[in-house]
Structure formats: C-alpha cells, structure tokens
C-alpha cells in the first residue's frame, strides 16, 4: 500500500512562487512515477508533471514549461512541484498522484488549492 499526503497550497499573487510537496510512505518500490495534475472550476483534470523513480527523468506539460519544475529528494520519499511566475490561469486544484508497477493503477492525494490572485 502507498499512501500520499500533499502540502503547500494556498493564495499568492500573480508572478509569485509556491511549492508544492507530495510526502509517500508504504509500499515505495512498487511507484514507478510521482507527478501532478490540476483541476481548474468547470474544466477536466489536466496533466502538469512527472518525475521517474529509477533514473529521475522528469517531464512538465507546456502550459508550464519554463515556469514549473518537478523534483524528488534523494530518499525519494518526496516529490516537490515548485512554481514560479505563477499566472491567474494556474489557479486549480492539484493533485498528486502515484503510478505504481506492474500495471497496478495510479493512486491519488487528497488534492491542494492554488489560487493566484491578479
């Protein structure tokens, strides 16, 4: 079993930084990637970013590249999305998510709200 526990959410103002953390605990050799996506009021789930376990090779969606960066700490235990020149448009709900091995499915945090003020 793994269990996901996000933080860093909250209010900024546009052109701000945030940074989100997504903590795992369990099962930790059986994620085989860590990322993000966000939903915004009245639109689908968007796909921001993700960040392989075994070699750390990371990907973010266009719509943030150049402004957001995922990473992991060395006990990859944590996934961080830190957000810069945070746009008005950015604002969301954001989700952490796990994929596991072996086609085992992906689980899901609790979700964080990012509201950025214009």
């Known amino acids: 079993q793994v269990q996901l526990v996000e933080s860093g959410g909250g209010l900024v103002q546009t052109g701000g930084s945030l940074r989100l953390s997504c903590a795992a605990s369990?099962?930790?050799?059986?994620?085989?990637?860590m990322g993000w996506s966000r939903q915004a009021p009245g639109k689908q789930r968007e796909w921001v970013a993700k960040?392989?376990?075994?070699?750390?090779?990371?990907a973010v969606s266009d719509s943030v590249k150049g402004r957001f960066t995922i990473s992991r700490d060395n006990a990859k235990t944590t996934a961080y999305l830190q957000m810069n020149s945070l746009k008005p448009e950015d604002t969301a709900v954001y989700y952490c998510?796990?994929?596991?091995?072996?086609?085992?499915?992906?689980?899901w945090g609790q979700g964080t709200q990012v509201t950025v003020s214009s």
């Open positions: 998510y796990a994929d596991l091995i072996n086609g085992r499915g992906t689980l």
């Open positions: 960040i392989f376990s075994r070699n750390n090779n990371a």
């Open positions: 369990g099962s930790l050799f059986s994620i085989n990637a």
